[in-house]
């Protein structure tokens, strides 16, 4: 089955600074890479995606790369605020229907300071 | 719009205890997913149903059973509870075909005395 490695399991940077989170997958197959953000005591939120046939997608200051030869998906925030702060999931599926499982990452926590 | 609902919050059980974790959606979704999180291992898939009447296990389903009751309900039975069931539970679901996110509830922590 699929295996998705995350790094790194924890991650601090200061207010205003850039933060990257890098998964890889194991798959060649898998073709939808999500990103959750899971605040304390929270389930998981979607907070953007890509597929396989995009190499990059931003969403303000959030942005997912993707390289499909190498099987790595990187999620890149920039000019970081304390309310980033969180656990950071990245995850990997193929297929929909009856074939459409989630295989998750085992989170990075994200820490902003002021 | 309450999106997926899971009861109970907390829950403490004695070993050998059983117990049912309930979920609900209101986005008639067609799949829906048990996941279990502990520190350090992520999110493990337990059992999911990827439609109505269907169900298949995950990556860790011993020790669990599920129903799906209707196209809303996805329950969680633990026949006889281990400690090494202590966990947070939670319960996502999805529309399964073009809308590929999850949405998750809460989560129901789970401690097994």
């Known amino acids: 089955g699929e295996n998705v490695e995350q790094h790194p399991s924890t991650l601090s940077v200061q207010e205003g600074d850039s933060a990257v989170i890098k998964c890889t997958y194991s798959?060649?197959?898998?073709?939808?890479f999500p990103w959750y953000k899971q605040e304390l005591g929270k389930g998981p939120q979607l907070i953007i995606d890509i597929r396989s046939n995009v190499g990059e997608k931003k969403d303000q200051r959030i942005a997912v790369t993707l390289n499909k030869t190498a099987k790595h998906f990187s999620l890149h925030i920039t000019e970081t605020q304390p309310e980033d702060s969180a656990v950071y999931f990245c995850?990997?599926?193929?297929?929909?229907?009856?074939?459409?499982?989630?295989?998750f990452g085992k989170g990075t926590l994200l820490t902003v300071n002021p | 719009n309450a999106g997926v609902t899971q009861t109970p919050k907390f829950q403490v059980l004695k070993t050998g205890q059983s117990m049912t974790l309930q979920c609900a959606q209101d986005?008639?979704?067609?799949?829906m997913y048990w996941y279990r999180q502990d520190p350090g291992m992520g999110l493990r898939l337990i059992y999911y149903s990827a439609s109505e009447g269907t169900t298949d296990k995950g990556e860790v389903p011993n020790g669990y059973n599920v129903s799906r009751l209707n196209k809303r309900e996805f329950s969680l039975r633990l026949e006889s509870a281990a400690p090494s069931q202590t966990s947070v539970y939670f319960c996502a679901s999805t529309q399964g075909t073009s809308n590929y996110g999850y949405t998750f509830g809460s989560g129901t922590r789970l401690t097994v005395v």
């Open positions: 986005m008639n979704h067609n799949s």
């Open positions: 798959d060649s197959a898998s073709n939808y």
């Open positions: 995850a990997a599926s193929k297929g929909g229907g009856s074939n459409y499982k989630l295989t």
